[in-house]
């Protein structure tokens, strides 16, 4: 069972977002693999409105996300969070996967030009 990172936005609707994130969570569950939305459970025990709570959940994101098999981008928007997120998949080379955004919009959302490749699932 791959494990999957989920990389979708947090801050504006809260409430909205999270639950974006689980529905992006279930359908990667439903394909066979175990997804992680670091952002739903942290958020339980952390205050993303409090900085010093905010960079420890996103420290805490990073180290899960070196653990995991893929990266899946979702969502329309990529955040600074996100961005963060992926750069960091590129620095320990764990793919970064495509749901709703082009790999070329991810990456220059990200890194402007760059020839580093995804894929789109």
């Not at 977002?17 to 569950?29: C, D, F, G, M, P």
């Not at 764990?94 to 220059?108: H, Y």
Request: hydrophobic share 40%; charged share 30%.
């Amino acid at each position: 069972m791959k494990m999957v990172y989920i990389c979708s936005p947090l801050r504006g609707d809260h409430e909205k977002n999270i639950a974006k994130a689980n529905e992006y969570a279930r359908e990667e569950a439903m394909k066979g693999n175990c997804a992680i939305a670091p952002h739903c459970v942290f958020t339980q025990f952390l205050d993303d409105e409090v900085p010093e709570e905010r960079w420890l959940g996103q420290e805490m994101g990073k180290a899960l996300l070196c653990r995991c098999d893929a990266l899946l981008v979702c969502g329309s928007i990529i955040s600074e969070g996100m961005r963060e997120e992926i750069k960091t998949a590129y620095e320990n080379g764990i793919p970064v996967l495509g749901r709703d955004l082009s790999i070329a919009d991810i990456e220059d959302a990200v890194f402007g030009e760059t020839e580093q490749c995804c894929e789109m699932v």
